[in-house]
């Protein structure tokens, strides 16, 4: 179905609209004056000699910057100011180990009528270094005494720069240190820097009160609503007796966390006066879990766009603690121009194993496109299992029932039994608007045809997205995928249109309208392939904080052979521009796409899509 110009762009001009109406509004000009006073500019003298983040710092602490558009009503007023940031400047120096640092602060005369200029000069001196680093311990029979080996883990090397943060750092590295063997209430108690003028240096001193050595004591759970404490106590990584070490701790709170049926989980040894001041006995620490439930059910709607699809629903309703054990049981059904599906999912957590869960779908779609249409019920069975913090396996025997149309073979009616197994590997940082991170999903499925095709066939695909942030808030950030398949073992006619691979349209070449890349028949429409390739670049730019420009460039296609010769690829290649509203939930997502290289009579001049999420 193909939807009016007018449409598009009165649909653009509500979107845009809609962006203005709940965009936060756009901050004045720096040299603007919202109020009267003394309006002045801002120099700094000096600024050269130091690394550009330190510059960037003082001009962020600086209070003359913040307040610049509101200045004061008298000089007096300006030179209060000035004497504050001469003291902040100051320290900020100093916390860079410039400890011979002077700043010095002058006000100039206006010029012809312009603003006077608050002119600081900046002599920041020799950096001090690292010198002598010494681990005292407090709580030891014998007195304090140097605990050596513990430096090589505070990061802070003779003749470094003596900045603030490092030697604060080093604080909570060294007590973790005693928290990863056995002292569960270590604590810096004092520390004492020292600096030598004459050297440029600086010497650190660290006191330690490490307390009782200790074990895993009984565990208590405290703050469960509808979780049942056998399944809280199941994730634990350690047992009674053992050794306390941290590291325990924070693998048992991450692998809650994992499961979504908490807001917070806090995990925490005992206190007592006996295990803080310490001594050579060894305890036994009781440990208490304390846990906050956030709501276990999820009802929610939603609505796409685009040029070729046309409009778009779809809906859900999810219980994720169905039975008190985590059981997530999830309905969805979504509605458009091409498919009507009714899903469901459920997942039992904690089958037979800690890092595995018990998996079933279900799902009945109607589907009708320009290169089939067909009815299919679909079933599967199998286990998930977490490899690793990043790395998962989902392994399990498929059914699905089919009938189908396509011009090809006419009307077929087909029985897939299958064998779906897929790896994946995620470390991004959001689901639906990653920054920072990789994805990369690898499934291997063979399946046979017990109806009129009897065919058997082996389906493998590869999907990579890789994310890289180019500032440290993810405000700009480089993304890029690829996505490669292959059928073999049967010819293209023979094998369920809806199991071949097509491209085209949303999901993948957005500059293409819905599965109108690869073969098509006489009628230039799709009939699928058994091989494709895709590739795809944006770049993600977040503007104001809550509008964003994404441009992009993808290309690829699909082939009737099982591997395509490379350098008989033939990629067709598109480029657009996108618009991001940020919400709460996740970016909308606003795309216009057009061919490099347009087709007669077979691509459109441009693509439009309007959805929630990035691209990828």
Avoid: C
Avoid at 33 to 44: D, E
Avoid at 412 to 433: C, E, W
Wanted: cysteine-free; overall charge negative; hydrophobic content about 35%.
């Amino acid at each position: 179905m193909r939807y009016s110009l007018s449409f598009l762009i009165s649909t653009i001009i509500v979107v845009v609209l809609a962006m203005g109406l709940h965009g936060p509004s756009q901050a004045q000009e720096s040299g603007t004056q919202s109020q009267p006073g003394l309006s002045y500019a801002v120099t700094v003298d000096g600024l050269d000699a130091l690394d550009s983040a330190i510059g960037d710092q003082i001009r962020e602490v600086g209070l003359s910057y913040q307040l610049q558009e509101t200045p004061p009503p008298t000089q007096a007023g300006l030179r209060r100011r000035a004497d504050q940031d001469v003291e902040r400047f100051t320290d900020t120096l100093h916390s860079h180990g410039y400890y011979d640092a002077t700043v010095e602060a002058e006000i100039l005369p206006a010029e012809a009528g312009g603003p006077v200029t608050l002119a600081f000069k900046i002599a920041p001196g020799t950096v001090y270094r690292l010198g002598e680093v010494a681990i005292l311990r407090s709580d030891v029979p014998q007195g304090a005494v140097a605990d050596a080996s513990l430096l090589d883990y505070l990061n802070l090397v003779p003749g470094a720069p003596a900045t603030a943060d490092s030697i604060i750092d080093a604080e909570g590295l060294l007590t973790r240190q005693y928290k990863l063997y056995s002292f569960p209430f270590a604590a810096v108690t004092d520390r004492r820097t020292v600096i030598d003028r004459e050297t440029k240096s600086m010497t650190v001193h660290y006191t330690v009160r490490t307390g009782a050595p200790a074990r895993f004591g009984n565990i208590r759970v405290e703050g469960l609503r509808d979780v049942s404490e056998d399944f809280v106590l199941a994730y634990v990584p350690w047992t009674r007796g053992a050794v306390y070490n941290v590291q325990l701790i924070e693998e048992y709170q991450r692998k809650l966390a994992r499961t979504g049926l908490f807001d917070s989980v806090t995990v925490a040894p005992d206190r007592s006066d006996t295990a803080i001041q310490g001594g050579s006995e060894v305890l036994s620490v009781p440990i208490t879990i304390t846990i906050l439930e956030r709501d276990h059910r999820s009802i929610g709607f939603g609505a796409t766009y685009s040029t070729e699809e046309g409009p778009g629903a779809h809906a859900f309703w999810e219980h994720r603690n169905l039975f008190g054990n985590g059981e997530n049981l999830r309905i969805s059904t979504e509605a458009s121009d091409i498919e009507r599906a009714l899903t469901g999912s459920f997942e039992k957590p904690l089958f037979r194993r800690t890092d595995q869960s018990l998996v079933a779908e279900g799902s009945i779609k109607d589907v009708t496109t320009d290169a089939f249409d067909e009815t299919r019920a679909s079933s599967f069975v199998g286990v998930e299992r977490q490899l690793t913090q990043s790395w998962s396996v989902t392994a399990g025997p498929t059914l699905e029932l089919i009938s189908q149309n396509t011009d090809e073979t006419g009307e077929d009616d087909l029985i897939l039994v299958g064998f779906r197994t897929g790896f994946k590997f995620d470390n991004t940082d959001n689901f639906l608007d990653p920054t920072r991170g990789s994805r990369i999903q690898v499934d291997v499925s063979p399946f046979h045809d017990f109806g009129g095709f009897n065919e058997s066939f082996l389906s493998s695909s590869l999907h990579t997205s890789h994310y890289l942030s180019v500032d440290d808030d993810g405000d700009y950030v480089i993304a890029g995928r690829t996505r490669v398949g292959t059928i073999v073992g049967a010819e293209r006619a023979r094998v369920p249109a809806a199991n071949l691979f097509f491209a085209g349209g949303g999901g993948s070449v957005r500059a293409f309208g819905f599965q109108r890349l690869g073969p098509l028949d006489g009628d230039l429409d799709p009939i699928g392939g058994r091989s494709v390739v895709e590739l795809g670049l944006e770049f993600r730019a977040r503007i104001t904080e809550s509008f964003g420009i994404v441009p992009f460039f993808e290309g690829g296609n699909v082939y009737e052979e099982e591997l395509p010769e490379f350098g008989e690829l033939d990629l067709q290649w598109g480029a657009g521009l996108g618009f991001r509203y940020y919400t709460a939930i996740g970016p909308v997502r606003l795309d216009i796409a057009v061919p490099i290289d347009k087709r007669e009579n077979i691509d459109d001049d441009y693509q439009f899509y309007v959805s929630l999420g990035q691209a990828f």
